[in-house]
Nanobody, 124 residues
Framework: QVPLVDSGGGSVQAGGSLKLSCVAA????????MAWFRQVPGKEREEVAM???????TYADSVKGRFTISRDNVKKTLYLQMNSLKPEDTAMYYC??????????????????WGQGTQVTVSS
């Protein structure tokens, strides 16, 4: 497991932007699958975006064109730039990491490391 600390959440109006960060306590995150998930009370945690071990990026349909995942392997930091935010983006956002082979295919419950979460609230 890798200690992860995520931050950057806050309250914004619809149409606004936020940038989340997730710092990993490892020498480098090169080769790690790194992802952002979000969860609202009463619902399952859903994947928002992933940068896999080859740094290929995938996005949930609901955020394509609005959110951008990026990583700095030397700074050991994962980012999520969120633009054109909508009220339905309101959730607790978590970063996750795993270094297992084929981690790009992991289900949410299979990720070995999680941040503590950072709240994003978008008002209309």
């Amino acid at each position: 497991q890798v200690p992860l600390v995520d931050s950057g959440g806050g309250s914004v109006q619809a149409g606004g932007s936020l940038k989340l960060s997730c710092v990993a306590a490892v020498y480098t995150i090169r080769g790690y699958c790194m992802a952002w998930f979000r969860q609202v009370p009463g619902k399952e945690r859903e994947e928002v975006a992933m940068s896999d071990e080859y740094e290929e990026k995938t996005y949930a349909d609901s955020v394509k064109g609005r959110f951008t995942i990026s990583r700095d392997n030397v700074k050991k930091t994962l980012y999520l730039q969120m633009n054109s935010l909508k009220p339905e983006d309101t959730a607790m956002y978590y970063c996750a990491a795993d270094s297992a082979p084929g981690c790009g295919d992991l289900e949410v419950a299979e990720f070995s490391s999680w941040g503590q979460g950072t709240q994003v609230t978008v008002s209309s």
